[in-house]
Nanobody
Framework: VQLQASGGGLVQTGGSLRLSCAAS????????MGWYRQAPGKQRELVAD???????NYADSVKGRFTISRDNAKNTVYLQMNSLKPEDTAVYYC???????????????WGQGTLVTVSS
């Protein structure tokens, strides 16, 4: 499985961006897809994830502002980010977990990061 993320950029506080992550390869084996972020000097953290059935999970810090969605036909996951804040500035990574992998274990595949910068 390969993951290709895109959509990052520079935006002002209160603005919006949409990230995309396209999966290729053995995509039928993907169960959960998610977005993580890592700000300078901080650990990587979960932003949101979504199962193949559409169940979603969000970090408290983004609830009500970010929306994760998934197009299984296109093997693509999206992250719509609204009301962006400077503290959302980070490198955003998409990740995938396969069927059969432990839900509590690490992700099986990672995409390259895409930088989101929110100016104040």
């Amino acid at each position: 499985v390969q993951l290709q993320a895109s959509g990052g950029g520079l935006v002002q506080t209160g603005g919006s961006l949409r990230l995309s992550c396209a999966a290729s390869g053995n995509t039928f084996s993907i169960n959960i897809m998610g977005w993580y972020r890592q700000a300078p000097g901080k650990q990587r953290e979960l932003v949101a994830d979504i199962t193949s059935g559409g169940s979603t999970n969000y970090a408290d810090s983004v609830k009500g502002r970010f929306t994760i969605s998934r197009d299984n036909a296109k093997n693509t996951v999206y992250l719509q980010m609204n009301s962006l804040k400077p503290e959302d500035t980070a490198v955003y990574y998409c990740a995938a977990k396969l069927y059969g992998s432990s839900l509590l274990g690490p992700n099986d595949y990672w995409g390259q990061g895409t930088l989101v910068t929110v100016s104040s």
